[in-house]
């Protein structure tokens, strides 16, 4: 494997897995919040401003708006150019990656990302109405699934490929852990009196990483607060739960060279899981052991940029 590939190529692959991936993440979490917010009294404080704490986009949003409306909230995540995440400019900053990369890709694969960056600042507009909102966001997330499967069937699962792969799961990993950190820091507190929209809300938990199915398929219980965690933090068979995004980094690890430092780093974001008992976590508890797998996914991307992005 060349040296270029595991400096300047490498670390653009990585960052196009991870812009791919937190564009699709931001429609979905969008599209969910304004679902929740549907179903659940209108005299709960929900709101929007749960999605700008998940994105920890706080700073920035406070700087450029008012108040975390709908409106506000959308446009910063979708379309705002003073905002470097949105997912118009992540897809943008995709598209610019790849056409750098692309000869390690398979040739139509330019294509496709060209589409996905060309239909979402054609359709997410600044005030859109709901109904088209919600179509752009759907239209998005399916390019996107697009070009994840035609990726994974037809690029050669080689180096390019991998630092693709750990961009994907570095990211997921880390808006998994947002999630639940945020999500579960605003769930009704036990004796509210609104017993029937717990599980609502538990729900939403489990849509915001596409798992609602999937956790009925395995789990025979209702959606519950411990069973709920144990499945997004530790369950090896579900694409988006934690452990599964840091196994799957571990063994894309394994496979370039000069990875112990990398490795080392994985391994240990791994123990810290595997010691905890995540399904007696809350609140206070709850909120550190977030904190720490933050830290550790910190520690991880660092060992990685200093290992094959500068060079090493």
């Excluded at 007696?280 to 991307?301: K, M, S, V």
Aim: hydrophobic residues 40%; aromatic residues 8%.
């Amino acid at each position: 494997m060349k040296h270029s590939l595991l400096s300047s190529a490498a670390e653009r692959l990585y960052w196009l897995g991870r812009y791919i991936e937190r564009a699709e993440n931001t429609a979905r979490l969008i599209m969910v919040n304004a679902g929740l917010l549907m179903e659940m009294p209108a005299r709960l404080p929900l709101g929007w401003r749960p999605l700008i704490d998940i994105t920890d986009t706080a700073k920035r949003f406070d700087s450029l708006y008012a108040e975390a409306t709908e409106r506000n909230v959308c446009r910063f995540l979708t379309c705002d150019s003073r905002h470097s995440s949105a997912i118009t400019n992540a897809l943008a900053a995709a598209r610019e990656n790849a056409r750098t990369v692309r000869e390690t890709m398979p040739r139509v694969t330019f294509e496709y990302i060209n589409d996905l960056h060309d239909f979402a600042h054609s359709e997410l507009t600044p005030n859109p109405s709901r109904v088209k909102r919600r179509a752009a966001l759907n239209g998005l997330s399916l390019r996107v699934q697009r070009l994840e499967g035609f990726l994974s069937q037809n690029m050669l699962h080689d180096a390019p490929w991998q630092f693709l792969r750990l961009g994907n799961h570095i990211e997921r990993a880390d808006m998994t852990t947002r999630i639940i950190d945020v999500r579960t820091a605003d769930l009704l507190p036990p004796g509210h009196g609104l017993a029937p929209f717990q599980e609502i809300q538990w729900r939403s938990v489990l849509i915001s990483l596409f798992a609602r199915q999937s956790y009925h398929a395995t789990i025979s219980a209702v959606v519950q607060r411990p069973l709920v965690l144990e499945f997004l933090l530790s369950n090896l068979d579900l694409p988006r739960s934690y452990a599964y995004c840091l196994e799957a980094i571990r063994r894309g690890i394994r496979s370039l060279p000069r990875n112990s430092k990398s490795l080392g780093a994985c391994n240990r974001a791994l123990h810290d899981l595997q010691a905890a008992n995540v399904g007696e976590l809350e609140g206070a508890t709850l909120h550190r052991f977030i904190d720490n797998c933050q830290t550790r996914l910190g520690e991880l991307h660092t060992a990685m940029q200093e290992t094959w992005f500068r060079g090493g």
